[in-house]
């Protein structure tokens, strides 16, 4: 059995990596960068800081900032372009998920042509694309490291995910000092999302001696730290320990995968345009109750590493603490229900059908443990509506 394992090939992690961009594109042979970003980004000074580091090393640095949240089809028209007027020979990705996932869907589209659809998984994408440089600035997506992009279909809504080698950055700088001035909500999203990147690598079929290492570490480096962001984000030994966690998390599902909880969660996202994490959160503890049976000893070792459970619990109770503990997370981290968000039951009951097509179109929900029908995450979305 031979396991396939991609990497970026450069990644800076440190306080302060940020400063090295320069000489990460000078490795890459890039002399004329466009910078991939959004608004908010820009007006912290953050892009124009970083374009004049890049002017002043030589580089014919261009910008593009009109990447939105959840990125959709039509955002990409306009970015499409940008590439082609600037003639840019590399994309840098800055930000959360979003502006990276578009860089990455630019990098491709501007090479090879077509729309996004034409992308969307199980088609295997190897390119040609352009090289991307991913520079984080929330501790969630693990984007930076994974051969994945999602990008909304904007006549459909549709959150399609499309996966292949053409979609890994060829270099990725981790700084957690970009994450200290995160507001505590997104801390807590961001950070629950790389949380379900481990557990759901770890739990996966496609789950390898690689991916496990780097799942569990981030798992048992998240929950020791996950609340210490959340109540200070001054804290930077935690900021630091969350961004490595989130990056490790990120490496292990793509190279394993994700599975039900993220299959169920984007298209919560794409129809009811909740963040990303925050319908993982809501999805996280009914998902892993129901998935358990399928791999209980993955499962226990998951709370072994999460530090709710010791060596000598049996599997049965060390998985079922797991569970209890990810309900425990989400009430500390103020998790909302799609209720108290205000959102309708009778619109999140006429959507569920179609939401539950959805999920397992994506296909991540066959890489689960607990393989669903279409009625039992019917359910489940039942389940979490209050
Ligand atoms: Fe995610």
């Keep these: 059995m031979v396991t396939s394992l991609m990497l970026p090939r450069n990644l800076r992690v440190g306080g302060g990596a940020i400063e090295e961009l320069p000489d990460v594109l000078a490795r890459l042979g890039s ?26 090393a030589g580089l014919d640095a261009g910008l593009f900032a009109g990447t939105v949240p959840d990125p ?72 930076e490291a994974t051969q994945f992009t ?16 053409a979609f890994l950055p060829a270099a990725a700088i981790v700084d957690y000092e970009l994450t200290v001035s995160m507001p505590p909500r997104l801390t807590a999203d961001t950070g629950v999302d ?27 480096t998240i929950s020791r730290n996950i609340r210490r962001v959340y109540e200070n984000g001054e804290d930077r030994q935690a900021r630091k320990a969350m961004m490595f966690a989130a990056t490790q998390a990120g490496i ?62 049996p599997d049965a109770l060390a998985a079922g603490r797991l569970v209890e503990a990810l309900a425990v997370l989400c009430k500390d981290l103020d998790v909302p229900t799609p209720q108290s968000l205000g959102i309708e039951q009778a619109r999140w009951q006429e959507l569920a059908p179609l939401m539950a097509q959805q999920a397992l179109t994506s296909g991540s929900p066959g890489n689960n443990p607990v393989i669903p029908t279409a009625e039992e995450i019917e359910k489940l979305y039942a389940q979490i509506y209050s």
């Design 31 to 56: 002399t004329r960068p466009l910078l991939v970003t959004d608004s908010f980004l820009v007006g912290t000074g953050l892009a124009e800081r970083l374009l004049a580091g890049l002017r002043n």
């Design 72 to 143: 959709t089809t039509d955002s990409l028209v306009a970015g499409v372009r940008q590439v082609q007027a600037h003639r840019a020979d590399c994309l840098v990705g800055l930000g959360g998920g979003s502006p990276m996932d578009t860089a990455k869907a630019l990098a491709l589209l501007a090479v090879q042509g077509g729309e996004m659809r034409d992308y969307k998984a199980p088609r295997d994408n190897r390119g040609p694309a352009l090289p991307v440089v991913a520079i984080p600035t929330t501790a969630g997506s693990g984007s």
């Design 150 to 165: 999602i990008i909304t279909d904007s006549a459909s809504d549709e959150k399609m995910l499309c996966t292949g080698q």
């Design 194 to 220: 790389a949380l379900t990147h481990a557990v759901e690598a770890f739990v996966s079929r496609k789950a390898n001696v690689f991916s496990d290492g780097l799942a569990l570490t981030a798992i048992s």
């Design 252 to 313: 292990a599902f793509s190279n394993s995968s994700v599975a039900l909880v993220h299959g169920m969660s984007r298209p919560i996202g794409a129809h009811f345009h909740l963040a990303h994490g925050l319908s993982n959160a809501m999805l996280f503890p009914a998902v892993t109750a129901f998935s358990v049976g399928g791999a209980e000893a993955r499962y226990a070792e998951c709370a072994r590493a999460y530090g709710v459970a010791g060596e000598a619990d």
